[in-house]
């Protein structure tokens, strides 16, 4: 038989274990509880969780990085000038526009393409007129006769002035020059077809589409 102090430390022990399996069983319903309700997430989840996302991010990357190259592949409207990089060549058509140097370079006089080539070879142009100027302004550019502001010809002027311009006299069109100089200048038009074209001249009625 049992003393009635063994029989006391027997109770008290299966009681013991009795409340540590209420309490084990508690903590567990809690975990559950956390979650399910994404308070907890188990050390797997985590994992996948972070593969996706950085999945995500190299395919992200890998996007902009086809993007970049995409881009790469569109030529852009200006290209470097000769050696030059394209920072400067930017640089230099920022402070040297195209009408700013044509109008320069009108002030030069040269009759033809000659004329300009010996001016750069005698180095008489200056820095502020790149001697390729078909290739510094590309995208601006016309012709070499537009470029030198030399005259159109003889035919040209006159299917200028009657058809577009609707000159029907040469009152009409020394008004015009004497009042739109710039403009006529930009039209590549002499200020007296008279004498300019008089080679070719006949009279007034004739240039005019009177005869």
């Not at 299966?14 to 903590?27: A, F, K, P, Q």
């Not at 020394?174 to 001249?201: C, H, M, Q, T």
Request: overall charge neutral; hydrophobic content about 35%; proline content about 5%.
């Amino acid at each position: 038989l049992l003393s009635v102090d063994e029989f006391k430390m027997i109770l008290l022990r299966g009681w013991s274990d009795c409340i540590s399996g209420i309490l084990l069983v508690s903590v567990l319903l809690q975990t559950s509880t956390f979650f399910a309700s994404g308070f907890l997430t188990p050390h797997y989840s985590s994992l996948e969780a972070v593969r996706p996302a950085r999945e995500s991010s190299l395919s992200v990357g890998n996007r902009k990085g086809d993007g970049e190259n995409r881009d790469e592949d569109v030529e852009p409207t200006i290209k470097p000038y000769r050696s030059r990089s394209l920072a400067w060549t930017l640089r230099y058509r920022k402070i040297n526009p195209y009408e700013k140097v044509r109008t320069r370079v009108i002030g030069f006089g040269h009759r033809s393409k000659d004329d300009w080539d010996d001016a750069v070879s005698s180095g008489q142009l200056g820095q502020y007129v790149p001697s390729y100027p078909d290739e510094m302004y590309a995208p601006e550019w016309i012709s070499w006769e537009e470029w030198l502001g030399l005259m159109r010809s003889y035919n040209e002027t006159k299917n200028l002035a009657t058809n577009i311009l609707g000159f029907r006299n040469l009152d009409n069109y020394l008004l015009f020059v004497k009042s739109n100089s710039k403009r006529a200048e930009g039209l590549r038009i002499p200020v007296r077809p008279d004498k300019y074209y008089k080679d070719e001249w006949i009279d007034e009625d004739s240039f005019f589409g009177k005869s």
